[in-house]
T-cell receptor
C-alpha cells in the first residue's frame, strides 16, 4: 500500500454534470499529481500541484481544475462532463516538486452516462 | 502519437523463467525513466527508476536497462512468480520540471504454471 487514498472508489454521473474527486497524499509528500487512465491505456497527465499551486499541466481543457490544501490533500474537479471523461482517475504523490517517483492511489472509476 | 511505447501488448512466460519487457521512447530530451506494475483494480505500483546518466540499475529481482543510443528501455524480472502477473508500464519524463510522466500503453505479463 502506498498511503495515497482516493474517494470515492466508483462514481456514476450524467453528461453535463460536475464532479469532485478527492485524494489524501502519502505522509510527508508535498506534491500531488492527477492522471486519467482510459480502459486499456496508460495514464495521462492532467496536472500537478506543489505548495498549493498548479505548477504543471497536461493537454486537458480548463474544465479540469484542481486544488491542493495545506495538509497536501487534493481535489480534482471536472465541469460539464462528457462521455469521453469516463475513465479511472488516479492521484499520485511524491516528496519532490519534480513529479518523479510517484506513488499512486487505487483511483476513482468515473462513468459518465 | 505517444512518445513512449511498448513492443508487445502481451508477454507469456513460464513460472521461474526470467521475463524481459521492452519499451521504446522517442523523446531524446527525456532524462528520467520509470517502470510501474498495475494489477487489476489497483493503481500503478512503483517498481524501479533510472536516470539518463545511468545504463543499468538493479533492484530486488528486477533490473532496468537503458540504451540511449537507440532510445530503448527494458525491465528484466528474475525468476518470475505468479504474483508478477500484471500490466507493466514504462514512463518517461523530460527534465526536472512539472511536465508529468508520459506513459506507454503497457504490456500484460502472463505467468504460465
Amino acid at each position: 500500500e502506498t498511503g495515497v487514498t482516493q474517494s470515492p472508489t466508483h462514481l456514476i454521473k450524467t453528461r453535463g454534470q460536475q464532479v469532485t474527486l478527492r485524494c489524501s497524499s502519502q505522509s510527508g509528500h508535498n506534491t500531488v499529481s492527477w492522471y486519467q487512465q482510459a480502459l486499456g491505456q496508460g495514464p495521462q497527465f492532467i496536472f500537478q500541484y506543489y505548495r498549493e499551486e498548479e505548477n504543471g499541466r497536461g493537454n486537458f481543457p480548463p474544465r479540469f481544475s484542481g486544488l491542493q490544501f495545506p495538509n497536501y490533500s487534493s481535489e480534482l474537479n471536472v465541469n460539464a462532463l462528457e462521455l469521453d471523461d469516463s475513465a479511472l482517475y488516479l492521484c499520485a504523490s511524491s516528496f519532490t516538486g519534480s513529479g518523479e517517483k510517484l506513488f499512486f492511489g487505487s483511483g476513482t472509476q468515473l462513468s459518465v452516462l | 502519437g505517444e512518445s513512449v511505447g511498448l513492443h508487445l501488448p502481451t508477454l507469456s512466460v513460464q513460472e521461474g523463467d526470467n521475463s524481459i519487457i521492452n519499451c521504446a521512447y522517442s523523446n531524446s530530451a527525456s532524462d528520467y525513466f520509470i517502470w510501474y506494475k498495475q494489477e487489476s483494480g489497483k493503481g500503478p505500483q512503483f517498481i524501479i527508476d533510472i536516470r539518463s546518466n545511468m545504463d543499468k540499475r538493479q533492484g530486488q529481482r528486477v533490473t532496468v536497462l537503458l540504451n540511449k543510443t537507440v532510445k530503448h528501455l527494458s525491465l528484466q524480472i528474475a525468476a518470475t512468480q505468479p504474483g508478477d502477473s500484471a500490466v507493466y508500464f514504462c514512463a518517461e519524463k523530460n527534465g526536472g520540471g512539472a511536465d508529468g510522466l508520459t506513459f506507454g500503453k503497457g504490456t500484460h505479463l502472463i505467468i504460465q504454471p
